[in-house]
């Protein structure tokens, strides 16, 4: 079986998706059933995807598709482009990492896409007045054209089901979760970070959009020093690529004087990645909405303290491993109480809510789906 996996995207530095894409490689080509995977990347994301992501299988191809990175080429590309790549490659299998527009009837073979969130009816900030509706124009094009349709927890299905009942109700559609596999990492300081740093810290990982309420736990952070109950030396250290919201929370860093003690990284490496949660006091992740949220359970691979908000894909996924605060009312005041009664708590023995995210079990899973779509 051959799987081409589309994922060019906008983003220059690695992003969710991207990491879900690299993923879904990594567990198919593990396989026996599975001949080749191809990724199919743009240009400009090649160079990450072959450095940034443990990717090492001689099954996983990499192919960078060289076009102007703007909306209008890469929709085109999407309608023209892909269908000629897929004639030419002859995959068993197109799985889409994320909705894109395209053509059904210049596809021979099944059409898979991963559903992640429906954050453009639910979360329209995160794209902007005019963008929201070519994204929601896209996402419905890519639901109702899709054989198949793979939603990354039940909380998403369920969103699916809300906004598109008559697709999930005549589609094939399955919750199959992102899994978390850091076996071939290694561990080393970011590059980013002194070569002598030794500082305490508090992690968050997300991209800088609104739904992820990065701006709270900036000001959690900074009442909690504030008050005392905090030492100054530690640090709020945020990986992420850089979104709508990265002025904002640049502009609220320094009206906080806090320059020196949140540090904002991006495009760093598995091996960083690592080494940056193995090394945290704290992991925190404030979303008003998620609909899966990686970062999490790579936090909990790592037997991180975890302080999250009390949404349901949080409960969904963390389940009793983490500690939850309330969004309602006094947020910043919750979230702060909620991370120094964890800072004070004593460290748990290694949660086993990863086992629920395991690669093996996660690839049979994808196999079985293709299988019935062929």
Same mark, same amino acid.
């Given at each position: 079986?051959?799987?081409?996996?589309?994922?060019?995207? #906008?983003?220059?530095?690695?992003?969710?998706?991207?990491?879900?894409?690299?993923?879904?490689? #990594?567990?198919?080509?593990?396989?026996?059933?599975?001949?080749?995977?191809?990724?199919?990347?743009?240009?400009?994301?090649?160079?990450?995807?072959?450095?940034?992501?443990?990717?090492?299988?001689?099954?996983?191809?990499?192919?960078?598709?060289?076009?102007?990175?703007?909306?209008?080429?890469?929709?085109?590309?999407?309608? !023209?482009?892909?269908?000629?790549?897929?004639?030419?490659?002859?995959?068993?299998?197109?799985?889409?990492?994320?909705?894109?527009? !395209?053509?059904?009837?210049?596809?021979?073979?099944?059409?898979?896409?991963?559903?992640?969130?429906?954050?453009?009816?639910?979360?329209?900030?995160?794209?902007?007045?005019?963008?929201? &509706?070519?994204?929601?124009?896209?996402?419905?094009?890519?639901?109702?054209?899709?054989?198949?349709?793979?939603?990354?927890?039940?909380?998403? &299905?369920?969103? &699916?089901?809300?906004?598109?009942?008559?697709?999930?109700?005549?589609?094939?559609?399955?919750?199959?979760?992102? !899994?978390?596999?850091f076996g071939q990492a290694g561990t080393k300081l970011p590059k980013a970070l002194n070569d002598n740093f030794d500082a305490p810290s508090i992690l968050c990982v997300g991209q800088h959009r609104k739904n992820k309420n990065i701006d709270l736990l900036i000001k959690a952070y900074a009442l909690l020093r504030d008050e005392g109950r905090l030492s100054e030396a530690t640090k709020l250290i945020i990986v992420g690529s850089p979104g709508p919201e990265t002025d904002t929370l640049v502009h609220l860093i320094q009206e906080l004087s806090l320059e020196d003690s949140v540090l904002m990284l991006s495009a760093i490496d598995d091996d960083e990645l690592c080494w940056l949660y193995q090394n945290c006091q704290l992991f925190v992740i404030a979303s008003a909405l998620e609909g899966f949220c990686i970062p999490l359970?790579?936090?909990?691979?790592?037997?991180?303290?975890?302080?999250?908000?009390?949404?349901?894909?949080? #409960?969904?996924?963390?389940?009793?491993?983490?500690?939850?605060?309330?969004?309602?009312?006094d947020a910043v005041k919750n979230l702060a109480q909620s991370m120094n009664h964890s800072l004070e708590s004593a460290v748990f023995g290694k949660s086993d809510v990863h086992l629920r995210f395991l690669k093996t079990a996660i690839a049979t899973q994808f196999l079985q789906f293709y299988s019935e779509l062929m």
């Open positions: 079986m051959h799987i081409l996996i589309a994922v060019l995207h #906008r983003p220059s530095k690695p992003t969710g998706v991207c990491r879900h894409a690299a993923n879904l490689a #990594r567990c198919l080509a593990d396989l026996d059933q599975v001949s080749q995977v191809t990724l199919v990347t743009g240009a400009w994301q090649k160079n990450y995807f072959e450095t940034a992501f443990a990717i090492s299988s001689p099954k996983i191809k990499i192919v960078g598709i060289n076009i102007k990175n703007s909306s209008i080429s890469r929709n085109l590309w999407f309608l !023209f482009g892909l269908p000629r790549l897929v004639k030419q490659l002859n995959p068993s299998i197109v799985h889409l990492a994320f909705p894109l527009p !395209f053509l059904k009837s210049r596809f021979l073979c099944p059409v898979v896409a991963t559903i992640h969130d429906l954050y453009p009816y639910q979360f329209p900030e995160n794209f902007g007045y005019r963008q929201v &509706l070519f994204n929601r124009l896209f996402l419905q094009q890519c639901i109702h054209n899709s054989n198949g349709l793979i939603c990354v927890s039940k909380t998403t &299905l369920d969103d &699916l089901e809300d906004y598109f009942p008559e697709v999930v109700s005549r589609h094939r559609t399955r919750v199959i979760y992102n !899994f978390v596999d359970v790579e936090a909990l691979y790592f037997s991180c303290k975890v302080v999250c908000s009390d949404i349901p894909i949080f #409960r969904e996924v963390g389940a009793s491993s983490c500690t939850y605060f309330d969004l309602a009312g």
